[in-house]
C-alpha cells in the first residue's frame, strides 16, 4: 500500500542551522510529491510540490526515486520557520487523493 | 483568492448526538474533502467527493457518512458521536491549474469534542 513517512515527530535547531525535514514514500510509480506546512493558528497550506523544482521560503525539495524521499532543506532557519509540516502523496489515477504522512513539528530557537 | 469556510471553530456535543460540519468554497471546485488531524497520525482521509452527489469513501469513513447536494457545499455527519471521534476537522477544496498542478485548499478546522 502506498504510504508517506516523517520519522521525526519534532525537529529542534537553532536559528542560522540547516534544516532538514525527512519525508520516504512508498509507491513503485511516479508520484506526485508535496510539503504541507500549518503555522500556529493558521490552517494548512501548500508550501511546494516537486513538479515546480521550487523553492519557497527559502525551502527546496529534491525527489530521490532511488531512495524513495523527498526531504524538505533550508540551509539557514528562521524562527518564522517554526510550524507543523507534512509530506503528502498523490499517485495517477487515485481520483486525487492525496496521502499525507504523520507531520514533523518544526521547532527554531532564537 | 480561493476562500473555503467550516460552520464552526469549536464545537461540544455529546455522546450519541448527530453532528453536522458544513464546508463551503467559492471558486467552483469538483474536488472536496473532509479529514481528520490527530497529534501523531497526521491527516487521515474521512471521505471525498468528485462532483455534485458523488462521493468515495477515504481511509476512515466508519461512524462518518457525507452529502453533497450544491457544488459548493460538502458535509460531513457524525450519525451518533462517539468520544473517539473527538479530533481536528479539516475540509479542503482541490484546484487543478492549466499547467497540470494539484493544489488543495484547506479550512480553518473544527475541533469537535464529544463528552
Known amino acids: 500500500a502506498q504510504r508517506v513517512t516523517q520519522p521525526e515527530k519534532l525537529l529542534s535547531v537553532f536559528k542560522g542551522a540547516p534544516v532538514e525535514l525527512k519525508c520516504n514514500y512508498s509507491?513503485?510509480?511516479?508520484?506526485?510529491l508535496f510539503w504541507y506546512v500549518q503555522y500556529s493558528r493558521q490552517r494548512l497550506q501548500l508550501l511546494l510540490r516537486?513538479?515546480s523544482r521550487e523553492s519557497i521560503k527559502g525551502f527546496t525539495a529534491d525527489l530521490n526515486k532511488g531512495e524513495t524521499s523527498f526531504h524538505l532543506k533550508k540551509p539557514f532557519a528562521q524562527e518564522e520557520d517554526s510550524a507543523m509540516y507534512y509530506c503528502?502523496?498523490?499517485?495517477?489515477?487515485?481520483?486525487?487523493?492525496?496521502?499525507f504522512g504523520t507531520g514533523t513539528l518544526l521547532a527554531v530557537q532564537p | 483568492d480561493v476562500k473555503v469556510t467550516q460552520s464552526s471553530r469549536y464545537l461540544v456535543k455529546r455522546t450519541g448526538e448527530k453532528v453536522f460540519l458544513e464546508c463551503v468554497q467559492d471558486?467552483?471546485?469538483?474536488?472536496m474533502f473532509w479529514y481528520r488531524q490527530d497529534p501523531g497520525l497526521g491527516l487521515r482521509l474521512i471521505y471525498f467527493?468528485?462532483?455534485?452527489?458523488?462521493?468515495e469513501k477515504g481511509d476512515i469513513p466508519e461512524g462518518y457518512s457525507v452529502s453533497r447536494e450544491k457544488k459548493e457545499r460538502f458535509s460531513l455527519i457524525l450519525e451518533s458521536a462517539s468520544t473517539n471521534q473527538t479530533s481536528m476537522y479539516l475540509c479542503?477544496?482541490?484546484?487543478?491549474?492549466?499547467?497540470?498542478?494539484?493544489?488543495?485548499?484547506f479550512g480553518p478546522g473544527t475541533r469537535l469534542t464529544v463528552l
Open positions: 479542503a477544496s482541490r484546484a487543478q491549474g492549466a499547467d497540470g498542478t494539484d493544489t488543495q485548499y
Open positions: 509507491y513503485s510509480g511516479s508520484p506526485e
Open positions: 516537486h513538479i
Open positions: 503528502a502523496l498523490r499517485y495517477p489515477g487515485a481520483t486525487n487523493k492525496l496521502i
Open positions: 471558486m467552483d471546485h469538483e474536488n
Open positions: 467527493s468528485y462532483d455534485v452527489k458523488m462521493k
